[in-house]
């Protein structure tokens, strides 16, 4: 009876040893852990704050203007050569977005937007022209279908590093803009265009909506609509696109660029056929 009990208190305080050095073990790997991602943040930061463009939501936050220094309170400094591209394919890949926009001139480098933490493709990234004309033949393409979805262009903007920087480059931005908030001024009206590209969008906007928007402000009606979602969740990226009838009717409703529609500012620019392949 007493070889019975001492068996299992020997047996009890083994067990307990052994969770106690698995909890141990646990907690050394979970600090490792811990300071290698601190180290890996770290090391990131390093290696992007020294130069580039910033990028969109979950790309580094610290620029350097193209001499390699800081930019100057009050401006975001816009690159003459390199473009954004939004609302790319998961599939697309560097040789295709080449491709697409090759008659605009040739291309030198073509950087994505991934997440930190996973490296997973965000749908956006950034064009380098080897000359400004090819750029802004780009942005003035601005809609153009690759792997058959509408990619949004514009020329590429390094973001403020500080809060003061940011906030001293939007009231610069809203000067230059006649008071209409951060929209930017409408680019060059490309040959043949038809359509408006629409951003900064509430995203409780729909058809309806829009449709009133243009007639209470220009008194002219969208001939169609098409919203840009998610392509794997379906969720609305708050933007679109609208095609008009004629030459007058997309001229009036351009004049709304800047003007509130649902609480927002809609941001608006010419859209380049989409013919283009």
Not at 122 to 150: D, I, N, Q, W
Not at 170 to 184: F, L, N, S, T
Not at 195 to 202: R, S, V, Y
Request: hydrophobic fraction near 30%; charged fraction near 35%.
């Amino acid at each position: 009876m007493g070889s019975d009990e001492g068996k299992k208190a020997k047996k009890a305080k083994k067990e307990k040893k052994e969770k106690k050095e698995k909890r141990e073990k646990r907690d050394r790997v979970s600090e490792e852990d811990a300071e290698g991602k601190k180290r890996a943040k770290k090391r990131m930061r390093e290696e992007t704050s020294g130069g580039g463009d910033a990028g969109e939501e979950n790309a580094p936050t610290t620029t350097t203007t193209e001499t390699g220094e800081p930019p100057a309170p009050g401006t975001f400094p816009t690159s003459k050569t390199k473009v954004y591209c939004g609302n790319l394919s998961w599939n697309v890949d560097e040789q295709t977005l080449i491709e697409a926009f090759k008659d605009c001139g040739e291309v030198e480098s073509v950087t994505w937007f991934e997440e930190k933490a996973t490296g997973k493709f965000l749908g956006a990234g950034v064009v380098e022209f080897k000359t400004p004309e090819g750029a802004a033949k780009a942005v003035a393409a601005c809609g153009r279908k690759v792997l058959g979805r509408e990619t949004p262009t514009r020329f590429w903007e390094q973001r403020g590093n500080t809060a003061e920087e940011r906030a001293a480059a939007k009231a610069a931005a809203r000067e230059a803009g006649g008071g209409q908030g951060d929209v930017k001024k409408m680019g060059p009206k490309p040959d043949g265009c038809y359509t408006l590209f629409m951003g900064n969008l509430n995203f409780q906007i729909d058809d309806d909506k829009i449709w009133k928007f243009f007639m209470d402000n220009a008194e002219v009606e969208p001939t169609t609509v098409r919203w840009l979602t998610n392509k794997e969740t379906g969720e609305f990226r708050g933007v679109g696109f609208a095609d008009f009838a004629d030459d007058e009717s997309l001229d009036a409703a351009a004049k709304c660029n800047g003007l509130p529609c649902m609480g927002r500012p809609i941001r608006l620019d010419w859209q380049a056929p989409s013919n283009r392949g």
